[in-house]
């Protein structure tokens, strides 16, 4: 499945380039990531899209293959040669030596050579195709999980800042409660709500999760993270 496969590298990918941001905190003033970068950036590494490119070449030396003409070959032979050197009489009843020479021409109708080249040609048109869409659809899957990388980045944003701030609500209740300005349901109630916002946090962190897990195949994540090393500090913009 050539698709699922490139689709979760592309996940994986752009989840680990978010998450050095993570470990790069430290760093003052982050370099922001554009989505036409990571397109870039994929497009040069990915070992589907340099497979496609490695076979145009291929088509074209089968090309010039085709064009080619059949070369006349030469043939020397010989027989009963004195290699040894014994001479001939009529008690080896040896020779005499025998020599033969011979050319093979072979001829094409004229046709056949030009149904080769159409037919490689065809196939160096294919090759030129399949490159084309292969670029097409690695860039619409990065473009797709860069989109959703980027939603679930602002969920969990947001589901954090919920949280905390129903933290802060829990405090400010039990000290009314402590105070006797507010009933204790209210404080179960709002203690309630907190243990929500945390489920929703957990939440918001799998899909991160899931796409930094490393991805098995040709092109899974353990090929993507040795350049990522480079780029810690840079994160989706």
């Known amino acids: 499945m050539p698709g699922v496969r490139m689709h979760v590298w592309c996940v994986t990918v752009l989840a680990l380039l978010w998450l050095t941001v993570g470990a790069s905190a430290q760093t003052p003033n ?7 970068q990571a397109v870039a950036e994929a497009l040069q590494r990915n070992l589907s899209i340099l497979a496609e490119r490695y076979e145009i070449p291929r088509a074209e030396a089968e090309v010039i293959a085709a064009r080619l003409r059949p070369n006349p070959v030469l043939s020397l032979g010989g ?3 004195d290699v040894l050197g ?5 008690i080896n009843n040896a020779g005499p030596p025998e ?4 050319v093979d ?3 094409e109708r004229p046709s056949k050579r030009r149904a080769r080249i159409a037919v490689a040609e065809q196939a160096r048109a294919a090759a030129e195709l399949r490159l084309q ?3 097409r659809q690695l860039a619409l899957e990065v473009q797709q999980a860069f989109v959703e990388l980027q939603a679930a980045k602002e969920s969990l944003q947001l589901a954090r800042a919920n949280q905390q701030t129903f933290e802060e609500l829990v405090a ?3 000290a009314r409660v402590r105070a006797g300005d507010l009933a204790p349901i209210e404080l179960v109630r709002t203690r309630v709500s907190a243990i929500q916002l945390n489920q929703a946090v957990i939440q918001a962190e799998t899909p991160l999760a899931r796409g930094a897990k490393p991805a098995s195949g040709p092109d899974g994540a353990g090929r993507g993270a040795g350049y990522l090393r480079g780029r810690r500090g840079h994160a989706p913009g």
Not at 30 to 36: F, Q, R
Not at 99 to 102: H, Q, V
Request: no cysteine; proline share 7%.
């Open 133 to 135: 869409d292969a670029l």
């Open 86 to 90: 014994t001479g001939y009489d009529a």
């Open 30 to 36: 982050p370099m922001a990531i554009t989505v036409e």
């Open 99 to 102: 020599y033969a020479a011979r």
């Open 105 to 107: 021409w072979p001829l």
């Open 79 to 81: 027989d009963h040669l």
């Open 172 to 174: 400010i209740n039990a």
